[in-house]
């Protein structure tokens, strides 16, 4: 059984930065992209940004190019997200997932293994 967990969200002001960590089980980490995605209240779930299994390829939303930056440590099956110069247009619940067959599509990655969301409130 495939186990998603996120951590690290949290109450910051704007300006302020926080990292967001997500720990897996249960599929073979090291050969999946992992990507992480956000809800805003009242809006639907937007992509973040993504990353493959090596590293070698990541991708980023528009909204957080050059303030967020996604990596991942293979050999603890974990996967992050450094946000920095938060704004409060990016609070929300964030996601993490992990690809696979039948799920939701973010540039060209089908992700369906999914957590159960880190509450981030960036206050102004």
């Known amino acids: 059984q495939v186990q998603v967990v996120e951590s690290g969200g949290g109450l910051i002001q704007t300006g302020g930065s926080l990292r967001l960590s997500c720990t897996t089980s249960?599929?073979?980490?090291?050969?999946?992209?992992m990507g992480w995605f956000r809800q805003a209240p009242g809006k639907e779930r937007e992509g973040v940004s993504w990353i493959n299994s090596n590293s070698r390829l990541t991708y980023y939303a528009d909204s957080v190019k050059g303030r967020c930056t996604i990596s991942r440590d293979n050999a603890k099956n974990t996967v992050y997200l450094q946000m920095n110069s938060l704004k409060p247009e990016d609070t929300g619940m964030y996601y993490c997932?992990?690809?696979?067959?039948?799920?939701?599509?973010?540039?060209?990655?089908?992700?369906?293994?999914w957590g159960q969301g880190t509450q981030v409130n960036v206050s102004s």
């Open positions: 997932a992990a690809a696979g067959v039948g799920g939701t599509f973010f540039n060209g990655v089908q992700f369906n293994y």
């Open positions: 249960g599929l073979p980490f090291d050969r999946t992209t």
